[in-house]
């Protein structure tokens, strides 16, 4: 095993780019997860950084995601754009359809994008603060596995839902928060249960409805929304609107699907781009100034704005390198050597 602790985020890119390449992945869908899993590791998000690598490849494994499918851009001159992650991944068709996100949005003031028949995994996050730093205010949002219960409920129904934006500011990161519809992320829980840690009160139930601290009775039973029905509400909210809406799946159409909430969900996927200029037009103000505003007034009184600390991760790494586990260490390699042979069933 290496002894290195620190690799670059290049370095650490195209390791995992290799990876994916090794299992089997086209170099163009391996390129855009590897992107997406090194940014998070690049700013300590753990939750959707290296150890994702393996949820990847277990749905490959698995056969349930296709690992040469080729994002379909569907035509059309509207707002909504629409692209086919054709049973891949949903990073690969993100990036497909970006630029005519982009173009629309500016066009007509406000675009959406639909993407159908994906496999998701990452941070919302990405997508609304690459967004933003083009000037435009983004939503995003999908939903999940059916994994969790709605407010008053004891019965998983729900999925973890999660609901990210992105706003833009000059001279400054921009301001962007992503939320699960529950109290933590699944791969909060998940996280708990490798490392041996108790839950929070009030983040889960076990099957018979109880409140639970263990993480595998959690995950066995289901995990409640944050802000009891106002979370609620939400995640209903994003299942109407990211999977009825969509014509794709919902929470428990893709559990019915996949057979198991252990491999990496597919459904569909909703997001919003908007030009603040344009729907300011003609007020004579500034929509970025004008919110900058708020967000320093925000600051002034010592709030931390959210993602702070995901960009002073990222400051370090990109100047010290990023730094991984002797675990996370043995699992690239054990996946470079062997490939799909090193995932479990």
Known sequence: MTTAT???PDELEARISRIFIRCGVDDEPASALARVITAAERDNCKSHGVHRVAGCLSVLKAGRVSPNAAPVLQPGEGPIVRVSAAGGYANPAYEKARPALLARARQHGLAALVINDCVHFSALWYEVEDLAREGLAALSMCPSYAVMAPSGGSQPLL??????????????HPYVFDF???????????LHRREGKALPAGWAINTEGQPTSDPQAALEGAMLPFGGHK??????MIELMAGAMLGDFMSEEALEFMGTSKLLPRHGALVLAFDPQAFSQGRGRDPIAEGEKLLQGIADQGARLPSQRRFA???????????????????LERLEADGLDAVGD
């Open 180 to 190: 699960a519809t529950s109290v933590a992320a699944r791969g909060e829980i998940e």
């Open 313 to 331: 991760a990222r400051k370090i790494a990109e100047t010290e390198g990023i730094k991984l586990s002797e675990e996370e260490l043995a699992l």
């Open 159 to 172: 999925g973890t839902n999660p609901f990210a934006f992105g706003w833009p500011r000059q001279g400054e």
């Open 231 to 236: 979370g609620s509400a939400i995640a209903t």
């Open 6 to 8: 620190t690799l670059t």
